[in-house]
């Protein structure tokens, strides 16, 4: 497969959450647009997390059993961020995805900003794009 580039297939419309956005509110969001986990963004919007479905379910189950459901997404997310550049090999990113088990899709950061993210439907476009055995 030729060189192709993050940015060739990241989505480019970002959705993303504040710290201090109430869990419930992060749940509505990733419902709505149909997708599994969120750039949480800090000062200066800077990405300092990632918030997934699994994160807020985990949360959910605990807080019902104490009767205390909700929270704010600082409280719940995953503050180890892997990003990858626009102009990161889309290929380089895949390998990097699956020999380290990162299932979630991963902000694209250019210059400090949030620009997109990639995740693994958006690499097997890519692949599926350059393969020379599907139908015509």
């Known amino acids: 497969m030729k060189s192709v580039k ?3 297939y990241m989505v480019n ?3 993303s959450v504040e710290e201090d956005t109430d869990l419930f509110k ?3 969001l990733m419902l709505k647009h149909k997708i599994a986990s969120v750039p949480v963004l800090g000062k200066k919007d800077r990405v300092v997390g990632m918030l997934s479905q699994w994160d807020c379910l985990k949360q ?10 909700g929270g704010v997404v ?6 180890t961020v892997h990003t990858v550049s626009p ?3 889309i290929v380089d990113v895949a390998a990097a995805m699956t020999s380290k088990g990162w299932h979630l899709s991963l902000p694209v950061v250019e210059r400090g900003k949030l620009v997109g993210t990639i995740g693994c ?3 097997l476009e890519a692949i599926y794009d350059f ?5 015509a």
């Open 131 to 135: 393969d020379t055995h599907k139908a």
């Open 6 to 8: 993050v940015s060739d």
């Open 13 to 15: 419309y970002v959705l």
């Open 26 to 28: 992060a749940i509505g």
């Open 74 to 79: 600082k409280d719940l997310m995953d503050p």
């Open 60 to 69: 959910i189950l605990a807080g019902s059993y104490a009767e205390e459901i």
């Open 87 to 89: 102009n990161d090999d």
């Open 121 to 123: 439907p958006d690499i």
